[in-house]
């Protein structure tokens, strides 16, 4: 405590020094110090950080280049198949349209044969013969009418039944009569 006086006349009497420091004095750099010991290494560090600033910008314009050209390449590849897609669609179309007329007629001759066989089977029960399943469609009237009145004759036909037969007489043969119940316990449970 050097820096102290003391007086003896009625109090004492300070006198002080500001404080120095030591071991701040070595922090308390200036610029040109700072340039001084690590200027060479600052440059180095601005110029390195340039170049990967320049190398990063012409990385990323040559990136949105290809994208660009990517897109325009995409948007013609995506034109042309969407081409070829309408194209494919329209033949199909046209495919469908003519099976479309085909089924059509096809339809229509059905319903014509249909109308004609039915006019056959009105105009065969007018004059009193009777139809049989068998008709063949692709037969006219006339060849119809002809091929009916040149069937075989009817005595040549086996009879259904006998000529006695009487079902509600009850005789020979019935299936219709009365048989009792079994004797004996029942077999329920």
């Known amino acids: 405590m050097d820096d102290v006086e003391i007086t003896d006349e009625g109090g004492y009497h300070v006198e002080k020094e500001p404080p120095k420091n030591q071991d701040l004095t070595t922090l308390s750099l200036t610029a040109g110090e700072l340039l001084s010991q690590y200027g060479w290494y600052l ?3 601005s110029v390195l950080g340039y170049l990967l600033i320049q190398y990063l910008s ?3 314009s040559s990136q949105s280049s290809q994208s660009s050209t990517a897109t ?3 948007s013609a590849f995506v034109a042309r198949r969407q081409e070829a897609m309408e194209a494919a669609r329209r033949k199909m179309q046209v495919e469908l349209d003519a099976k479309a007329v085909l089924f059509k007629e096809k339809q229509k001759q059905q ?7 039915k006019i056959e089977i009105w105009d065969s029960m007018t004059q009193g013969k009777s139809y049989k399943g068998g008709a063949k469609p692709s037969q006219t009237t006339e060849e119809a009418s002809s ?10 036909k086996k ?3 006998s000529a006695g037969y009487n079902p509600l007489s009850g005789g020979a ?3 219709c009569t009365f048989r009792p119940g079994r004797r004996g316990p029942s077999s329920g449970g």
Request: no cysteine.
């Open 43 to 45: 440059l180095l560090v």
């Open 58 to 60: 012409k990385k990323r």
């Open 72 to 74: 325009t390449q995409d």
């Open 111 to 117: 319903e014509e044969e249909k109308r004609r066989q």
């Open 147 to 156: 091929s009916t009145t040149e069937q075989k004759p009817a005595t040549d």
């Open 159 to 161: 009879p259904l039944r």
């Open 173 to 175: 043969g019935g299936s």
